[in-house]
């Protein structure tokens, strides 16, 4: 399985190069397309697996004045 994350800079939030590094220290790579980076679980995954990685992106992102969306499929 793989979730996708989508990110919404915003003028007065941090740098896009700041919200990458902090990302790729949680293992997302970013990528080109439809969705910004993606983290690859290499495995299935459960809910409570997908929670606990959307808790880890939301404390790693909070303070950057960034909107994010995370699929997991």
């Known amino acids: 399985m793989k979730t996708y994350l989508t990110i919404w800079f915003n003028s007065e939030g941090a740098a896009p190069s700041e919200v990458v590094q902090r990302l790729r220290a949680m293992g997302f790579e970013p990528m080109q397309g439809y969705y910004d980076?993606?983290?690859?679980?290499?495995?299935k995954v459960t809910i409570d697996d997908i929670l606990?990685?959307?808790?880890a992106v939301h404390q790693t992102l909070k303070g950057?004045?960034?909107?994010?969306?995370?699929?997991t499929i």
């Open 52 to 55: 606990q990685l959307s808790d």
């Open 37 to 43: 980076h993606v983290y690859d679980w290499k495995k």
């Open 64 to 71: 950057l004045n960034v909107t994010y969306k995370l699929e």
